[in-house]
């Protein structure tokens, strides 16, 4: 009685040993479900000191050089998209957007009311560029944010174009823009605090508020140039870290050193000169919607991008070398000082809107930020690419209507920079998208398997020719069954409710990582799996996995 069963088993078993179900009904997930409501969450304090020392010395989170075999990226879809979530939504690259709503960036593009005065109701005497919080006729509450001095205009617009790139690339940013005043419109409230070079706060008067305008530059007409920053919606908790999770936060479930949108952040830091990308530049908002209360994350201040440090130009080091590293030091020691480091030889215009900002020595596979970041560290060739067509999909006609909103007074300024911009956006393109298979926007308008090569679109690699097999998909064990002659992108005819396509090229390159410095990579792409599902008459593009 029992022989037939165990025929049937035997017969089966290909199928069921392979493991557990894949794509469920609603995959692929274009957004990740609606937040868990958040009923307690602590706002917590940051030291920049220990997160440097930590970073620099202890290396925090799980990082692919502790492991025998890299963690693939996290929170991602079973086309290996970051899901629209409270971290991220898929923009410009995955729904165009216009040159207006490109320059408007995050919101409605409302300056601070020019109708009646501004109250200052915080303040900062301490630092090179001092600010203060303001809030206009109409209620709404403002960050103010200078340059210094010797810099008219270098980080008010790194801060203002930067922030606008960001947006366009999925992230939460703070609404910014260029704003000019005149100093008598400036209130002080009756309890506003200032916080001296002591670090006390105590009750801010007219003296403190000449002070820090006398900080900041003026334009030929007396008035004042700075950022107006919008202030985020919800509570302020504090910065996120780029490792772990947040305990107080039932959505936080994806460690952030493996979450995709963090680990390609690299890319885009490195386009747009953010070597300034640590938690401190980041915050946490506690905010409510529908009834619900949950926590969205931020990137904030980006004074310190385009060649600007904020308080004067970057170095020329920034984006080449950690602010300490063993290797450098130790070359420059037993060189007795006599060696000169590639980036030692960029030139920079004397323009003192742009700082230290250039293409032709940027390096986009091995750029760094100023001290280890556990997330960028662990990027791998998909994380990368995932970025990588994201800046690709920018033309230079956006990139200059972007540039434009910083409002450089000299158009010298305004070209150089987006012309850095275009220069190291070609060359993150042949970094990530020249080599291996380059191949996105899979689709199945009728019964053949379509796609775009980024790779040749862009111009980075020549023309060639794709090789592909055909298998049935058994999703609910994760079986493969391959079928004999089918080779083409056609779908072969089959009754299998999924059907995976193997596609393969011979372009083959292997990256070089510089040792000791940038994050691991390897081989790029070889092969891509993309599975479809039956709908009806026709078939979807469900899953998306590229191969090394």
Known sequence: MLRPVCVCLISLWPWLAAGPVKFYPDDP???????????????????????????????????????????????????????????????HYFRRMSLGELARGPGPGEPPSLEGPWTVVAAKNEGVTPGFTIVDSRGRRYIIKFDPRSNPELATAADVISSKFFYALGYNVPENQI???????????????????????????????????????????????????????????????????????????VPHEHRRELRGLRVFCSWLGHDDSRSINTLDMLVEQNGRQY????????????????????????????????????????????????????RFPELPAVGRFEHELFDAENWLPEYPNPAFSNQLPEDAFWAARQVMAFTDEEIRAIVKTG???DPRAEEWIARALIGRRDKIGRAFLGRGLALDRFAVPG????????????????????????????????????????????????????????IRSSTTREATPRPGGAPGRAEAPQSIEVYVRREGAGFKVVGVERKS
């Open 29 to 91: 997930l274009a957004a990740a479900p609606p937040p868990l409501s958040v009923k307690l969450a602590a706002a917590r304090k940051f030291n920049e000191y220990y997160d440097f020392f930590s970073n620099t010395f202890a290396r925090p989170g799980e990082l692919h050089y502790k492991k025998r075999a890299p963690v693939p990226a996290q929170g991602v879809n079973t086309l290996g998209e970051a899901p629209d979530s409270e971290w991220y939504t898929g923009r």
């Open 407 to 409: 409002e450089y007074g």
């Open 447 to 502: 019964r053949e398997l379509v796609f775009e090569n980024l790779g040749v679109q862009h111009g980075f690699q020549e023309p060639k020719g794709t090789e592909f097999s055909w298998a049935e998909f058994h999703n609910p064990t994760g079986a493969v069954k391959p079928l004999a002659g089918a080779r083409g992108p056609r779908i072969p005819e089959s009754s299998s409710e999924y059907l995976v396509a193997t």
């Open 179 to 253: 704003v000019r005043f005149e100093p008598s419109r400036l209130r002080i409230g009756e309890k506003t605090l200032v916080t001296d070079s002591s670090g006390q706060k105590r009750r801010m008067t007219s003296k403190d508020l000449a002070e820090i305008l006398l900080k900041a530059p003026r334009e030929k007409s007396g008035s004042c140039r700075a950022v107006a920053s919008l202030y985020l919606a919800g509570r302020p908790l504090g910065p996120f870290r780029y490792f772990g999770t947040r305990p107080d936060d039932p959505n936080d479930t």
């Open 295 to 346: 926590i969205k994350h931020h990137l904030i201040d980006f004074g310190s991008t385009l060649g600007s440090a904020s308080y004067g130009p970057n170095s020329p080091r920034s984006g080449n070398e950690y602010v300490f590293s063993w290797r450098p030091l130790a070359r420059e020691f037993f060189s007795f000082g006599f060696h000169l480091p590639r980036w030692a030889r960029a």
